[in-house]
């Protein structure tokens, strides 16, 4: 009975980090412009994320555009989205993977070669998808970092961490906790 009460924990943690990796990697909100100055009447507020770049203009009014080309982004871009691409798709398989384990972990006839397949299966799937969140979150976040206390970025090119890395950390941290339960 502990063994079903795990994997249905570990299936509801792995569907929630599955889910928050969806929003991270399409969430505008990886960097976010850094307010450092001492002006306090701030008008516009800039958003960088995989997709796109967004403005908030007085909090009133959001302008967002795609990219224009996959072949202009820099090469760390490029990586951070076909990490959480691949994340993203992993995590999929995962869930589908460990509620599969779940359905035929009750008695039945195949016997417990097959049970432990599919949730050794979803275990190591899940523990690799929170891995690959954890790379493009934690390289940006650190990114971000240290840009912030170079003294040669100029002050309205500095940015803070966005909600998205935040999302992303929570997500690893649930597909990785899974990822334990199942394995």
Known sequence: MSCCVLQITGLIFGGAGMLGTLAATAMPQWRVSAHVEANLVVFESVWEGLWMDCISQLGLRLQCKLYDSVLALPPPLE???????????????????AIVGVKYSQPSKEGPQAVSAFVLAAGVAFLLTGSLVLVPVSWTGGAIVRDFYDPAVPVPLKRELGAALY??????????AAGAMYC
């Open 79 to 97: 990586a951070l989205r076909a990490l959480m691409c691949l994340a993203v798709l992993l995590g999929v398989v995962a869930f589908l993977t």
């Open 167 to 176: 999302v992303g950390w929570a997500s690893s941290a649930l597909l990785l």
